[in-house]
């Protein structure tokens, strides 16, 4: 009897060191796919061009969902637990999920943090944080893309030249999408280039691609706008005499449209110049489930409305 047990006892012990060390759980990558849990879509979309085959992607942020005041569910805390790779985009985007990113620190990586401290805005009513919304210039953007690389082929070493390739093909695609931004607002005529939106999410766009910014909500949506912010922003929308101001995707249109009717109040008519996407990708078929797609609907929508062009063309 005691030699059975002892018998089974050596069976079962190997068994139980196996899954207690995050090492041992990695060491099975020549087998499986690398799984991956990614916070926004853009960074979900990162992992898939620069991950190809080779990555299971899970993205916990759908279309319209707002990073600022994402909770972690049950299931992603799961979906977390058992990620060789979490990917969030840092500088507090994840604002109410700094705790599950802490407790979870052996397997995250937040992509800005290879972008340049000097590059970054740290807008005084933030309370010493920086902008997080550096998918807004293309160029900051292709710098997360690398950070994502590095973080893959450090883990799945034998497919590291693959993560490389890929890179440096998604890279040039944004080089390239970069230089059309650039091309599509020199149609804008100056006077005009200026964006007013929800919430301060294109910060990074405007100094890129010259754009004077105007959110009415600030850096994060946590903070609400109160009358005093819709009253100054008609006042300004309403003596530069602005054609088109947006809505977000991922904040609801009321506050903006709140702006519109201050503005007329004022005897003066701003159209809703669209919909853009700031804080996340649109849905299947949306033309913006891509990041590549995202920022071309945005400038389509951006350049249409100040340019006059009718809706259909944009
Ligand atoms: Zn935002």
Redesign the pocket.
Known sequence: MIYRLFLLLLFLLPLAGCGSSADSAHSDLSERSVRVVATTSMIADIVRQVGGERVEVEGLMGPGT???LYKASEGDVRRMTDADLIFYNGLH?EGKMGEILERMADRTAAVTDEIDRDRLFAPPEYEGNYD??VWMDVSMWTQAAEAVADRLAALDTTHAVDYRARTEAYVAELDSLDRWVRAEVERVPEALRVLVTA???FGYFGRAYGFEVHGLQG???ATEAGTADVQNLATFVAERQIPSMFVESSVPARSIEAVREAVRARGFEVEIGGNLY??ALGGEDSGADTYVGMIRHNVNTIVGALVGEPVAER
């Open positions: 707002d990073p600022h985007l997080p919304h919430h301060d999410a850096i994060s949506t700031s804080d």
